[in-house]
Each structure stands twice: as structure tokens, then as C-alpha cells.
């Protein structure tokens, strides 16, 4: 054993706590040691790129490079801290033994704040972050980094109720103060507590000298806890937490996934016999994706990403998923519509024809009348979704068409009569009764609501906009002179849109999941 095993680690005084133990426990099995401190990658060259090597983690990417370069012959990490994907050629050759898996409050004076409407407490975990909004949603967290030391310093310094660590760390180091506690019921980070050896798989001498320190029990339970991380995002950017234990030859696994503002929370707990294990974290990364997990996942990732489109009308959760990752879209209403109270001699007798030319307005008529009370012998629509509104609250539509043009367009030749009944906006589009009257065909005016401006000045990264009606975009040109791409729900929608911009689009038919559809093709 002549030959020195060179131990990589990071400069900090927990990292040199763990190197030293794995040094430790290597000479104590007769092999000659050296402890190699690695503080920066500025002036370290590879002859490959960092992304083919496929390096990533942010607090072992300087080791990894190190080992690539034959520096050192093994690294020592946090587990916790190595993303589930290793660099090509390094392989993870031990895990030892656990220490504490417990994150843990360390407070100042008492812990009466716990039970506060307001508290300050600080962490730069996300996962941490987002448990502790989860249980108190009222209390603030500030960011909070550094080493261990300089991050209990800065507790001692600012105005704040207290801050979260790994246990592991203040334990090991033993600074723990006497303020603190563990938070139990806090799910730790999948492989919190754990030290892994990372070396070359084709240095043989390293590696079968480290396997002597591998922890069975800490490896199939830390295992489980990554490939659930991996199969759930592959990496430590979203709020996961996992624990996986052994007792009387029965694994426990505990797994979760929150929202960044600790709103949402998705869990699951699964009981396996040890040996037949194998699938435990496929289930159970399974079971939180279709329970939500992938929405929550999508929102994450897109959370970095600048909105590109923009809907004048709230999208439903369900439409916000059809758009692809090229599009980042947010949406609010753009109009207000407020039914008015319509008079009960316009409906006291039978009307021979009436035109609904939008949902409103079928909302505005049962608002003010059950619908019993409204008898209509022909009812004319424009839209699928009108018309299915129509048919199932008030009668059978008679005929619809796509846009208000084309409706006036086929009452022209086989209206019965002379006479219609409109029940409209007080900001409707001209074309409907002037072709009706144009035809000598009597419009009866009915204001069913008013439609309110409500639009919003949009960021500069938006170059299109989602239109459902002349309405949304005049709405827009009160906020917005910008010309952007205007996808339009229809033609009456498009004919006013090609008024203010030059690329207008039209969906094939008149629906929100239509207009989606369109801006996909767009931005493939």
C-alpha cells in the first residue's frame, strides 16, 4: 500500500470535517492519505467541454474537474450536493455511514415565535423555503447563504426569528447551539446527511480501497431517495424532499414535492420489503406526477422563462398545459362584463327570432329570467360554445355560424319574417344590423351588459397576443401601442385587430383551444 490516495475536498470547515473522516477511517485500514484542498476552477483547463462531460452540480463541478484531470484520486462530498447524473468516467465508490437526516431550527431567545402570525426565518434551500410556508404560510423567509459559520453570524446579525440548517453540518463541526430543534416533520433533502466518495472508475486502487468503507444500509436508502429526485426532475432545482429507512427488513420511504411558495404540496408514503424494493422510487415519483407533480414541475421550470404570449382572457389550468415549451404564456381578462337588468315586457310574449351573438349575453338573459319565461321560436348564434350554452340552458338554436358577418349574411335569405330581436353589448360591432337593416330586416336592440375596459400594459418580451373579440383588442390599444403577432379567435375578432397590426392570424375554429393550436404552429 506505498501508493498515496489523494482525497479532493472543498476548503470549508465541514467539507475538511468530512475528508478528514474518510482519511481517517482509509489510514486506519493501512493507506497512505493526502488531504488536497480545491478552491476554484478559474485556472483549471479541460480539453473537453464542461456540458459534453455532462458537469453540473454547483458544488462539485471544481472536484469533478479535478478528478478528470488526475489531481486527486477520489472526492469527498455531501451527497446531498451531487446531482443524481454523474460525469462521464466517475463513478460514486462509498457511502458512509449516516450521520443526523433532521434539518434544524436554530432560533434566538425562545421559540414563542412558532406560534405567531409573523416571523422572519431565514434558509437557502428552496426545499426548506417551501416546507416551512407549507406549515406557516404567514411567516417571511429571507435568503440565506454562505458556509455554516457565516451563516449562523448572520443569524446573530439581522432582526430575524431564526434560520434552518442540515443537522448533519452544525453537528458535525460542533458548533450546534443550545437554541435550536429539529423540525421532524420537515422532510429532508433526498441523501441529507450522507458522504459520498466519487473517484475514476478506472482507478483501481482508489476505488477498491474506498468499497471497504461503503454503508450498505446508507446506500440502498440514499439510492432510493436519488432516483426518485432523478426521476422526478433530474437535478436540485425544484422544492423535493425524500427520506428512505430500514427496519426489521422493511424499507419506509417518504417522498414529496411542493410549490416554490410552499402552496401546494404533493406527498406520498410507501411501505416495501427490503429485496423487493427495487421499483419503490419509480411508484412513488410516479404517483406525485400524476397527482399534480408534472404541472408543478412545469411551472418551475417555466418560472425562468420570459412571457411570450399573452391571452386578453384567463386561461383555464387545463389550456395553459396545451401550449408547448416554446411558449411561456400568461393571461388576464381584458373586459369586464356586467349583466344589466333588462325590462320584463321584452320577453312577456313570445319572440319569433333572436340573435346571441356571445355567452354573455346567455348569462345577462338567465340572470334576469328562469328560463321558462323565455320563449323564443327561433334562436340564431354565433359559436360552438354559445350555441351549446344556448341549447342547454334556454332552447334549441335554430342556426349558428362562426361570426356575426356570416349570421347576418344567412338571416338575409331565410330569416322567417322581418323582425329580430338582439340581445347585445353596449359595445357591439356594427356589421350585424346594418346588414339586417340594409335588407329591410328590423333590429330590436336589447342591452343584455356592459362591457368594461380592463387591460394591463404588457412587458416588452411579448410579441403576441390572444384575441377573442373586437372588444379585447381595443382593450389592449388603451394600454399597449405595440405591434405585435395577433391571433384571433375569428374573423369579426380579426377584421378590427388588422386595423392595429400587421401579422393577424386566425384560429380554424372559434375556440380558446383553437387559438392555442395557432400559437403552437407559430413558435415550432
Known sequence: MSKTIKIGTRDSELALWQAKTVQQQLENLGYKTELVPVKSTGDIVLDKPLYELGITGIFTKTLDIALLNNDIDIAVHSLKDVPTILPKGIVQVAVLKRGNVNDTLVFKNNEEFLSAKEAI???????????????YPTHTVVDLRGNVNSRLQKLKDNDWNGAIFAAAGIGRIGIRPDESINLDWMVPAPAQGAIMIAALGENDYAVEACAQLNHEETEICTTIEREFLNKLEGGCTAPIGALARIKDEEITFKGVLLSKDGSKKIEIKRVQQLGRHQDIAEYAANYIIERGG??????????????????????????????HEKVKADSSDFIKTNPNRIHKRVVKEEIQNVIITSKNAVDALLMNFPPEELQFKNIYCVGRRTKRLVENKIGKVTHSEKNAKALAEYLVEFIEGTEVTYFCSDLRLDDLPTILEENHIKVNEVEAYQTKFDGIALDDTVNSVMFYSPSTVQSYKQKNDKDIVAFCIGETTAKEARKHFKEVKIAKVPTVESVIELVNEHYV
Open 294 to 323: 408534472k404541472r408543478l414541475m412545469d411551472d418551475i421550470k417555466n418560472e425562468s422563462k420570459k412571457t411570450n404570449v399573452y391571452s386578453t382572457k384567463s386561461l383555464t389550468e387545463d389550456q395553459r398545459l396545451l401550449f
Open 121 to 135: 426565518i431565514a434558509t437557502g434551500s428552496l426545499r426548506r423555503r417551501a416546507m416551512w410556508l407549507n406549515r
